[in-house]
């Protein structure tokens, strides 16, 4: 159950509310976040919910019955939009590409990537400075040194940047040189990072797990938003399964369900979605038929001379078809 | 290895390639199909081909390192396009929408579906006769009295049937009437029905096993090409997954794979590949996008009311708009 | 709903019943097997089950809420134990050993695997004459002649046979050649074949399909029961799953879960469920210990120069000492 | 390509060393361990080795084509015993089990369980304090005040620790009270932490990943050791399949597999690997057959009451006959 409170919300009015929610052996959580002050009611008994819903200093109150609360829609039925500022929003009727390379090697890897960008009218940046890898003795990346460099030159071109945390202690240090926070598939499940995300006021980009449900990704965004910050994405990346044709599974299928289940923008990551370059494009397009609210994908000039995962990454003048077929194509999915 | 013959090879000629491919220690297997004469050599020797290629009555000779070999691209350059008659082509430049619902029913119900179709300028109509059903007390299927009323009425609107055929024993009885005949998921390595079915000259719809592999369907399909019959179908419809959320999940990488590998059409099946009705032409939109030659899909007056599998199939307004959409789509992924 | 009947029930009293049944909208499957006679009543109404069970020439009555309802243990709390005939037995109480080649290859070969088993106490050899295979190039056994001649050498041991049948046409022919049917992983649910095979009084051993489910297994050998064979084995084989150490991930669980949800016996395939012959004995002792009722394994003289699967496959001393290890398992998983 | 170093080798010796691995293009990764000290050469190049392994300071040097190389058993062929103190030793000839709780829970809770694992010879309990958990609103643990009561109380009984870790921030107030650090599914690929548990001289059980591959949790126990943490233990869990039945699918083969390809001892986890209470006896059995050597069970003395996932737990009457199989199988396997 979730209860929506007023903002200015009297100490009073509010212990009153826990005190029923007491009484009916309900667990209350409080929640406050950029945009709202709420109390997530856990417990099985059946109840009026009028009852605690004419309480004074209550705004709305639902009753959600899925494991997740906040991010479902059958609490918000309008979808959500995170705005980055400068006219960039993410969200249904804000569909926005994101390019960039796997890692950020290098100042000119850096100014190349901006140009390709700016002169394909992107506004977000992706790449990895710390990079989750199977091996210890891989390359790691370039750390916080490199993002404060990515940052300098990107502010430069008016292009904002996502690039991945690992571990709650980065978070501080990246802050102030990133403009979406993004949590790769390993760390889907880890929670006190998840917790830690939430009490910052900045967007986050949650990718789904490597064998990740539908289900357990929207809990994990449950805990950003119950921590406290409501900018969340989600990212469709390509699950594990049999098939040995290609990297990954991108299940398309996630699109449309994740864009019935939750008020969050969707995005989708054909890059891992498939995993073989010369099908990237196909895939990607697929996604934006299916109604991804954005698609991340991996760019670089070189892609046979990239630091990592080159096998997934489309040169310049791929990505400029991919580009321009998406952008066709998300115009006839509005229209249509 | 693929050894294309002359039409009219000697026989003497056609003996002293087989004694050559004996004395590298090749085994060879003759093809003969609706179109071609084939040798398929299959051994581990390496050796230069043009001592076999420059044998009297050849036309043509590949190697072909794939484990299917006719089906494969390296061996066959070109889409192959297989042609239903009355202008109805299946493969790339000719998109086809096949729809009717799971099981026929009753005669109303083929009239209904028929005028549907019919409205919508679809060509093709699915549903089933012989249903493979988990259960052994589940409705099986109006069977050949069935089909015969069915073909009777498909010819009145001049629309082509596909229907399911389960085992070799139905091959013959089911030939008069209809266009193409479907392998379902259980039956894709069914290897004898599929040894029958390459003894036919009439098209088949090959459909991916519920966990199969790309390189099994393939496989599948060379049993088929291999006892002579070319005209052949693949179609995506969804694999198994640990994912609860759907009923399948529809394997989007398959199609751009499938493309590349193989020079036969890629049908998409985008109702058993979610298994979700509202979520179908989603689905079905982003098939297409990826480059599917053509979608076969489950329609129904009242899907509420229809004997099977119901939860995933469309209303005909449902279908109206999904036909447009995808043409539309199509369209757009042509021209692109 | 089961209705076991009384033998000799009289024609109007099961037509009494059916009305009964008919009267609340069940649909009535009558079921006559070797050794009952049954009514498999299906529908949704719920009623006083007395108010059949009280009818003439009814035995028993029981409600069975499982999709599959003659296999299941909520009908038959006992275990069935399959007699081969010759003291053979199959089912709990009853452990034996299938063992032999996968694929029949030529008398001699017959003839040293016989002298293995018999060393070896074993009565049962497995062996393939029908092969299905991935490739139609490949060596597809030696058919019912082989079948025919390691029959002949088989008796002179004593010693039953067991042989995968793979399709309707094939089972009159081989029936006076074998003791047990075996139907592979890729017709799990070739669901005509299942028909046949539960129209003959002789045993069958299903195996789980490719990625089955442990319902699906069930279903399929409520097929064969339903049609009138009560001799049906599960086997567990492995499933395909994401992992590429092995071949394929034998399921474990899959024979306590077996084992509580029907009263059949349960086979393990060590051999095809890890498909490494180096781990091949760990993995039989473990489901032994599991509670498997009996084992399936692929034995040669040579397995390097075995036509098919050697890569699984023991040699003779490897496959004693696993013997022996079973067997001894057996015994403390019995007495503990 | 593992370089083991002589203890006290000199500083001009070991830049020599480093200098001939930089000629010929290989990276030098130094590991230094509680008992030895290595250089990882990754690189390219094919070289021979005795040009390297003739410089002065180096005692052994091996080439490791795994991806991980310290953990691997092509480096050490020999087990790898991890010896906790007070008798207790994990690793091949030494089969111990751990048991307790999923979570702790209260005083009283603690003490039953330790008289419970007393009187059967258990010297290791396990139990959460920080709980992984899927919504932010369950039970996350009594944290750390928890686990010193928990210590507190296991010293009495002489009966060491095993316990979750879930971040870096934890590890250090941790350590004083427990024995064994666990990382669980969800972290298996949480490198900073692993990066973090290579730092310590304290046993770490690395459990693998939902859906992990045995390569990605060799290679995480490699990010441990690597970092200077020889004493490491892997777990089998179960994985995540398409199954419905029961809740993971132990993984059996990856027993006798990871026994292969690495010297770290490996336990298995019956409780998680079929998470079906009635049948976690007989999985637990089949693992110890297959090779495990060690055991980790949740128990408690009101499963229906545990805190949370009750529905695996064995109560105190069916784990003390668990144990005893277990003991009487581990005996049977070691003399087989």
Aim: glycine residues 8%; contains cysteine; proline residues 3%.
């Amino acid at each position: 159950m979730i209860i929506q409170l007023e903002k200015g919300i009297q100490q009073q009015d509010l212990q009153k509310l826990r005190d029923s929610l007491n009484g009916i052996d309900y667990k209350s959580n409080e929640v406050q976040t950029q945009f709202q002050h709420y109390i997530i009611g856990v417990g099985k008994k059946e109840f009026d919910i009028r009852s605690i819903g004419t309480l004074p200093g209550i705004k709305d109150i639902h009753r959600v019955s899925d494991a997740y609360k906040l991010v479902s829609r059958k609490w918000r039925v309008e979808d959500s939009v995170i705005d980055l500022g400068d006219g960039v929003k993410l969200g249904t009727g804000h569909f926005e590409i994101m390019a960039g390379p796997c890692s950020i090697e290098s100042d000119e890897q850096i100014e190349t990537t901006l140009q390709h960008l700016q002169k394909n009218n992107i506004r977000i940046m992706r790449g990895g400075v710390y990079k989750p890898r199977s091996s210890p003795y891989s390359f790691r990346g370039l750390g916080l040194e490199g993002l404060v460099r990515w940052h300098e030159a990107a502010k430069r071109y008016g292009i904002k940047i996502i690039t991945e945390v690992m571990m709650t202690e980065q978070i501080e240090d990246m802050l102030p040189y990133v403009d979406i926070l993004q949590v790769g598939a390993r760390n889907s499940q880890n929670f006190n990072l998840l917790d830690a995300l939430g009490k910052i006021d900045k967007p986050v980009l949650l990718k789904r797990g490597i064998s990740g449900t539908i289900d357990e990704l929207l809990q994990a965004a449950e805990y950003i938003f119950s921590n406290g910050n409501e900018k969340i994405m989600l990212c469709e990346r390509g699950i594990r399964s049999y098939e040995k044709a290609y990297r990954n599974t991108m299940d398309i299928n996630a699109i449309p369900i994740l864009k019935e289940k939750t008020h969050l923008p969707v995005i989708a990551d054909p890059s891992h979605g498939i995993g073989v370059r010369r099908h990237v494009s196909k895939v990607a397009l697929a996604t934006v038929a299916a109604g991804a609210d954005g698609v991340i994908m991996e760019v670089h000039a070189q892609p046979e001379k990239a630091f990592s995962d080159g096998q997934q990454t489309l040169n310049f003048s791929e990505a400029n078809k991919a580009y321009e077929d998406m952008r066709k194509m998300r115009e006839i999915v509005n229209g249509g």
